[in-house]
Each structure stands twice: as C-alpha cells, then as structure tokens.
C-alpha cells in the first residue's frame, strides 16, 4: 500500500514537471509578445504606425493559455487586441510589425493595420475593430466545422465591453440551440479586463458575474484566473476536449487587467488609479510563470536572462523588417477587398 502510494506521488511528481517544463516555451513567447508591445507603441510615438494601436500587455496568460492546447487545425476569433495571438499561433513577429506599419509585407499586406491581423492559414480568423462584431462569426465558423463533419473546434475571444451588444445575445442564443443538437464546438472566452475604453464594468452592466449570462442561453461556463497561465492552460485543456468530443458551446470568464491605456493614443486614464494598475501589475502573467517556473528548477537568472535578451533581439528584427518592407503599390489598394 505505501510503495503504491510513493508510486503514484512520484508519478503524478513527474506529470507535473512534464506540464511545467511544456509550460516554459510559453514565458518565452509570453516575453516576446510584452516586447512586442512595448516596440509598437514606440513606434506608434514615432509616427511610423498609423490608425489604431490597442496593446494586450497584461493580458498575455489569457490567450496563451488557450492557444497552447489548441490543435493545429482548429480556428480563432478575437477583436482588436490581437498581435500577441498572432504570434502565440507562430505568425512571425516581423509579418504582424510589417502589418502595424502598413507595409506589404503585413499578414494582410498591410491593409488592415494593428486591429485586423489574419492568419487564416494558421487557423487565425481575424482580428476585428467593430465590438463583438466577430461574435457571430466565429458562432457561425463553429457550426461549419462540426456540419463538415469534422471534430475542429473554433475559440472565440471577446471583451467584456463586447457582451453589452446586440451581436452578443442574438448568435449566442443560436449557439445554445445548436449546442443541444451537438452543433456548435465553439468556446467563448471572455477577457475581463475590467473596462472597456474607460467605462468599469459595474456601470455598463446590472450583472456583473459576466460568466453566468452565458447560462441563460443554456451554455455551461466557468470563471477563472486570467493571469495564471497554468491555471488558464489546465481549464483550457479540460474544456476544449470536452468541446471536442460534444460538439456543445463552453464559456469562460478570465479575470484580466491591461496594463496600458485602452489605446496607445489615450494617455489621460482619469478612470483608474495608479495604484489599481500597480497591484495587477503584482499579478503580472509573464512574473507568476516566472516565479512557478524558478521554483521549479526550470529557470534560472542566467536563463530569464538570455530570454530576455532573444525577445528584445526577435523584436527589434520584427522593426527592422517592417521599416525595410516596401509599401503596397497604389494597385494593391482594391485588390482582394470586398465591398458590397
Ligand atoms: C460597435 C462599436 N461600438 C463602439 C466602438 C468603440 N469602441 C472601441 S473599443 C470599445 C470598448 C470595448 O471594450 P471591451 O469589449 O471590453 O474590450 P477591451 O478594449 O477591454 O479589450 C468601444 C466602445 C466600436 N469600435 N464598435
């Protein structure tokens, strides 16, 4: 009996540094997007980006948690803070940079600028500037998949501004209802970060346990922390299978915070305090990794060093090749858009 239960400690021991060590390339990646982040708003101070810039610092275990268990042909949806989902799905950093610069070598050719990054071919749908504008896109992507007959699963990321609209309630209705027939495989993951623009959620809305709107569409749902990227990763791994196999919608409250402005052209932040700000950034998501990481022998001084040093030198390759690219040709403007 206790020679069993020393087997199973040791094994379940093992498990666990198995999970932590798979968790490391993602404080690499975690590190590159913040760098990412902190290089594009200098750019946008040096007037190299123009039009929006909305950063995801802050928010970073969110996203990564989810997309570290995401199968290669599974799809995403988010709004207008999408460069770090870019680059957690392997979308190049100097292809996103390129596309914040409007250059031709942008993911998108330098049409649609920071809030519509596109990746289609790594299963990454977009990037959209209309609030919860995607919202019955990607309802929409879910119920194809599944009426393809396929077991792909689509994700869709939204704020918590986005669920006081109209295109919240109408497709997530739909999502209910297509749920129970084992039609809509799609995971809605809602970033709290506490405001949108500069409103708090508790004067936008009556009920701000926001996960639990989802229940009255039929659709289970769960809040968890959205700074703990083990903790996001752990859910994630344990909804999207169930998702998988049930064909049924899943909706996630993340408790977030951003870390910078709304946008990087509002400086004046009257709504919040420094103080706010400064104990999320305690609870900073790339720091709690770090420290799990350290405690766990997995990481030391020298290692956040030299990762620290390839985020900036991957970055400043990213700027470089986005200030090298060309700009698109006055042909390239109608090419490839749509309009009705
Ligand atoms: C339909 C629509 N209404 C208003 C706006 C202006 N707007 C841009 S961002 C934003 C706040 C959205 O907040 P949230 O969904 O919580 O996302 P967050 O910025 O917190 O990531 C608003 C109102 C818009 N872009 N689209």
Known sequence: ????????????????????????????????????????????????????LHLY?????????????????????????????????????????????????????GKGGSMHIFDV???????????????PLATGAAYALRYQGTDRICLCFLGDGAMNSGSF?????????WGREGMCPIVYIVENNRYAMGTA????????????????????HERLDGQDFLEVRRAARRITAQVRETGRPYAVEAITYRFVAH???DLFQPYR???EVEAWKARDPILLLERALRAAGLLDDGQVEALRREAQEVVAAAVRYAE?????????????????
């Open 1 to 52: 009996m206790a020679t069993k239960r020393g087997e199973a400690e040791v094994q379940s021991g093992a498990l666990a540094d198995a999970d932590l060590a798979e968790a490391l390339p993602w404080y690499r990646l975690m590190l590159i997007a913040r760098r990412f982040e902190d290089e594009a708003e200098r750019a946008f101070r040096r007037g190299k980006i123009g039009g929006y």
């Open 57 to 109: 610092s802050g928010q970073e275990a969110v996203a990564a948690g989810f997309l570290a268990v995401l199968r290669p042909d599974d799809i995403f949806f988010t709004a207008y803070r999408d460069h770090a989902h870019a680059i957690f799905r392997g979308t190049p950093a100097g292809a996103v940079m390129a596309e914040l610069f409007g250059r031709q070598t942008g993911v998108v050719k």
């Open 121 to 135: 071919g790594r299963g990454f749908y977009g990037g959209y500037g209309i609030v919860g504008g995607h919202i």
């Open 169 to 177: 309630h109408e497709p997530v209705n739909m999502a209910g209802l």
């Open 201 to 220: 959620v508790e004067r936008s809305t009556a009920v701000t346990d926001l996960a639990s709107k989802f229940g009255i569409h039929g659709i289970p």
């Open 263 to 265: 946008g990087a052209a």
């Open 273 to 275: 305090t420094k103080e």
């Open 324 to 340: 090298e690219s060309p700009e698109p040709p006055p042909e390239e403007l109608t090419r490839d858009v749509y309009a009705p």
